[in-house]
C-alpha cells in the first residue's frame, strides 16, 4: 500500500515533536535534579560552617571563662586576688606598680606569671593565717589583761570603801586552794565549793576579798577558815550597808 507523501510528512513531523517533547522533559528533569543537587550542596556546606562556627564560638567561649574573673581558678581572677591583697589597682594587668608592691610583701617574687601564681596565692594564705593568729592572740592577751586589771580595781575598791559589800548575781561553784609553804603560793585542792546567789562579801560581813595575780580571778577567804575560794568578780554587784 503507497502512502502520500503528506501523510508520510505528518507522521515524521508527529515522530519529531514527540522525540522534542521526550528530550525536552528530561532535560527539565536533569535540570531540575541538578538545582535540588546543587541546593542540597549548598545546604551541607551552609551547615557545615554553621557548625564550625558553633564549636570555635564554644571554644573561645571556654577560653574566655577559663581567662575570665567570674572563673575563680582562671589566671586572670588569680592576678586580681592578688592585688586586692597587695593594695593595688585590681585590673589583673601586672605592671610596675604591681611588681612594686609584690616585692615589698613577698621579696622572692619578682612578679607574677601563670608558673607562680599558685605559690603566690598559698604564701597569701599563709600570711593571712599568721595574720589572723596574731589578732586573736592580741584580742586574748588584751581580754585577759582587762580581767586582771578589773580584778585588781574591784578589790581595791573593796578595801577602800567602808561599809561595802559584794553580793553574788548568781550561784557559783568557787574552786578551793590552799597555801602551798614550799611554793609561797596557792594551788588547787580538786575540791569546789557551790556559793548561793545573794551571798556577801568582804570585810564588814567576815568574808574577806583580797587579790592574787591568778588571771582576773580574786581570791576569798572567811573567818575561821584556812580554805580560799577563787571567783570571778564579774559575778559580783557592789552594795552598801
Known amino acids: 500500500m503507497k502512502l502520500n507523501n503528506n501523510v508520510l510528512l505528518i507522521g515524521g513531523a508527529a515522530i519529531a515533536a514527540g522525540a522534542y517533547m ?3 522533559k ?9 538545582d535540588e543537587l546543587d541546593a542540597a550542596k549548598k545546604a551541607a556546606a551552609d551547615a557545615e560552617l554553621k557548625a564550625a562556627a558553633a564549636k570555635q564560638a564554644a571554644i573561645d567561649a571556654k577560653k574566655e571563662s577559663l581567662n575570665s574573673l567570674e572563673n575563680p581558678n582562671s589566671y586572670a ?3 586580681y586576688t592578688i592585688q586586692l591583697y597587695l593594695g593595688v589597682k585590681p585590673d589583673t594587668i601586672v605592671g610596675a606598680n604591681t611588681n612594686k608592691a609584690l616585692v615589698t610583701k613577698f621579696p622572692k617574687y619578682a612578679t607574677i606569671t601563670s608558673s607562680n601564681v599558685d605559690a603566690i596565692l598559698k604564701d597569701i594564705e599563709t600570711a593571712k593565717t599568721a595574720a589572723s593568729q596574731m589578732s586573736q592572740n592580741k584580742v586574748t592577751t588584751d581580754a585577759k589583761q582587762s580581767a586582771i ?3 585588781r580595781k574591784f578589790t581595791a575598791y573593796m578595801k577602800a570603801t567602808k561599809n561595802v559589800y559584794a553580793e553574788l548575781t ?3 561553784k568557787a574552786p578551793i586552794l590552799e597555801f602551798d609553804n614550799f611554793t609561797k603560793n596557792y594551788k588547787l585542792t580538786g575540791y569546789v565549793y557551790q556559793f548561793k546567789k545573794g551571798e556577801r562579801f568582804g570585810q564588814e560581813v567576815g568574808k574577806y576579798i583580797f587579790y ?4 582576773g580571778y580574786i581570791y576569798v577567804s572567811k573567818d575561821g577558815t584556812k580554805d580560799i575560794y577563787k571567783i570571778d568578780p564579774k559575778f559580783f554587784t557592789t552594795k552598801f550597808l
Open 22 to 24: 521526550i528530550y525536552t
Open 26 to 34: 528530561s532535560k527539565e528533569k536533569k535540570d531540575q535534579l541538578s
Open 77 to 79: 581572677s588569680k592576678v
Open 170 to 172: 548568781a550561784d557559783f
Open 149 to 151: 586589771d578589773y580584778a
Open 212 to 215: 592574787a595575780n591568778d588571771g
